[in-house]
């Protein structure tokens, strides 16, 4: 993210060297480094013209998953920005809710059925 999002130097100000000469320190940082060890369901919702957070992030990290054989789900926002959830068009700040409130309900309703015992518990 540091050579690639409109604000170069503020990941910086955080990990210390620069990215040229220190790449180790940024790979220690970027979730794409521990793919291998993400279990848990992921859901990617990206804007296509977020320059504060690239979306080459969000692919990056989703063809990653996939690789590894996971099943990562990804949404993009064709003409939004960094602001979609605050600005961005009411049919895509629709769109992002729902498939928000869609994953959890999927999720969540698929780990209560995994929760429930098959057989009463003995007294």
Known sequence: MEHS???????????????L??????????????ARDMTTPLLILHSEDDLRCPI???????VALRLL??????YRFPGENHELTRS?????????????????????QDSETSAVPTEPPPR
Do not use: C, K, T
Request: net charge positive; charged share 15%.
């Open 69 to 74: 054989g996971r099943s990562p789900v990804m």
């Open 56 to 62: 080459s992030q969000a692919e990056e990290l989703f």
């Open 88 to 108: 961005g068009a009411p049919q895509h700040r629709i769109s992002r809710a729902q498939l928000i409130l869609a994953w959890f309900r999927q999720h969540l």
């Open 21 to 34: 000469s220190n790449p180790g320190a940024y790979l220690r940082h970027s979730p794409v480094s521990y």
């Open 5 to 19: 999002a409109d604000i170069p130097g503020f990941i910086r100000s955080y990990v210390g060297p620069d990215h």
